[in-house]
């Protein structure tokens, strides 16, 4: 009983350091590939803001009612006929989760180039790792045991 009360307590340590830990990242604005609806980059080249992918955005913070999310959105410029691949984050609000089909469908047929050139688009991924089902899942397998 007394190595499962040791191993509780060990966990909530770690949980409550992650969090603190959480909450040293920047801004989930600095990370933003998107301004207005407009790819804020070059669309003649690759650009990476969150070179870790998930974890880049997950790190971040963002303002009480709202997730910073991973974004990739993949392009074809038309002028030069090849395709693209922006990534970095985007923030989106807990009710955006419930029909992320919408929020990725909306981002699909609403992107363009700053600066005016044509781009189609190809794909849009949205991914909001949450940190939450970890911490459930991580308390309700203490509990367990």
Request: glycine share 8%.
């Amino acid at each position: 009983m007394q190595n499962k009360i040791v191993f509780f307590l060990s966990i909530v340590s770690f949980l409550i350091l992650y969090v603190s830990a959480y909450q040293l990242g920047g801004q989930c604005s600095d990370k933003y590939i998107l301004e207005n609806g407009k790819l804020k980059y070059d669309i003649y080249e690759d650009h990476k803001e969150a070179f870790n992918g998930i974890a880049s955005c997950v790190s971040l913070r963002s303002t009480i009612d709202t997730a910073c999310c991973y974004l990739k959105v993949k392009f074809k410029n038309e002028a030069a006929d090849k395709k693209y691949t922006h990534r970095g984050c985007v923030e989106l609000y807990g009710g955006e989760w419930n029909g992320i089909k919408d929020v990725i469908n909306n981002f699909e047929n609403n992107i363009t180039a700053a600066s005016g050139e044509g781009i189609s688009i190809k794909d849009v991924d949205i991914d909001c790792h949450s940190n939450l089902i970890k911490i459930t899942g991580l308390i309700l397998l203490a509990f367990l045991l």
